[in-house]
């Protein structure tokens, strides 16, 4: 008789034991899952100081900013900060310029920047040798900036600046500037303004000497080309030589980009012999001397090469297809350039 009750117990101790262990594991589970969330979510954001700002731009993704913070080993584990986005916020990263303040989590931060009602200042950025027409689509596109004078006509918007000029291409500088929330499209672009009149004239009062330019405004047509040769630094002294050395021989400037100006919509990414041939104002295979306007928004840099040109013989330039450019004397040497360009070309292709 005693034999099955020795049994029993052996059994239920047995049966007590899996409760236990089922328990153990998930408190282990719950630990790990909190370490996970501390280390990620939870983490402060990094701040240097008591707080910093954070620019957004137009474009960026929330994958791209998780992605950029793992890199740098700011947070760990980006794949929660990626679930957490996803089923979470249910909404993109807003343009804009925001403060992040010291003791902010990783998950605030995420949140906050959903928003553009959180943003402290908007942040434009003006690209290098981009277009006035980018430039206003930019401005009227962006959610943070009042529209004033985005819809006029061009020569209405330059009559409402007050701008003394028939154009606008070139007149404003690019950089990256920063404005309150809700600021108007007419104060940005007054700004900008100033900013490159300023520069224009700076260089303009340092230029070297013997320069074939009748005014500032065509060595402001000269940089935006330049801007558009080249995004190389070390070259744009040298393509300015090109194309000032080409100006005092009375040779054509034959330079693609003013052609592509010159097509406006037409342009589509490709450049024909036949458009080359086409006569407009600004293509330069076929007029003498410079276009009639700027054909983009020259920097700081361009302006200052076209003001300074270098001192060699340099007449031609052609890319090489692995960046930059190879400058000839003489058009021999060019012509064989040309050809290993394009042979760079095939093999890439």
Do not use: C
């Amino acid at each position: 008789m005693s034999s099955p009750q020795k049994s029993t117990k052996k059994k239920n101790s047995k049966t007590s034991f899996k409760p236990k262990a089922l328990l153990f594991i998930i408190a282990g589970l719950m630990l790990l899952a909190t370490m996970i969330l501390s280390a990620s979510l939870w983490k402060d954001y990094p701040v240097e100081g008591k707080k910093q700002m954070l620019a957004i731009n137009h474009g960026d993704t929330y994958s791209q900013f998780i992605d950029r913070l793992a890199k740098n080993k700011q947070v760990s584990f980006p794949i929660i900060l990626k679930i957490y986005q996803r089923f979470m916020i249910h909404d993109s990263m807003k343009a804009g310029v925001y403060e992040v303040k010291e003791g902010m989590s990783v998950r605030q931060v995420l949140d906050m920047i959903s928003n553009s009602e959180n943003a402290q200042l908007n942040r434009i950025l003006v690209i290098e040798g981009a277009t006035f027409k980018q430039l206003k689509n930019a401005l009227k596109n962006d959610e943070l900036v009042t529209k004033e004078l985005v819809h006029l006509s061009d020569a209405e918007i330059l009559k409402e600046l007050n701008i003394p000029f028939s154009h606008p291409e070139g007149l404003f500088a690019p950089n990256t500037y920063f404005f309150a929330k809700g600021e108007t499209d007419r104060k940005i672009l007054t700004d900008l303004y100033q900013h490159q009149m300023k520069a224009l004239d700076k260089a303009w009062e340092n230029r070297a000497s013997d320069l074939p330019y009748k005014n500032k405004y065509e060595a402001l047509i000269m940089a935006s080309i330049i801007e558009k040769e080249t995004n190389v630094d070390h070259e744009l002294d040298k393509v300015s030589g090109v194309f000032v050395r080409r100006l005092k021989i009375g040779m054509r400037l034959q330079t693609d980009p003013t052609v592509i100006y010159g097509m406006g919509d037409q342009y589509t990414g490709n450049i024909t012999r036949k458009d080359l041939k086409t006569p407009t104002p600004y293509n330069t295979y076929t007029n003498y001397g410079l276009p009639p306007t700027p054909i983009a928004l020259p920097s700081d840099k361009a302006i200052e090469a076209a003001m300074h040109p270098d001192h060699s013989d340099y007449i031609y330039f052609v890319a090489t297809g692995n960046g930059g450019h190879k400058f000839s004397t003489n058009l021999d040497d060019h012509n064989r350039a040309v050809q290993e360009y394009l042979a760079v070309i095939r093999s890439k292709k």
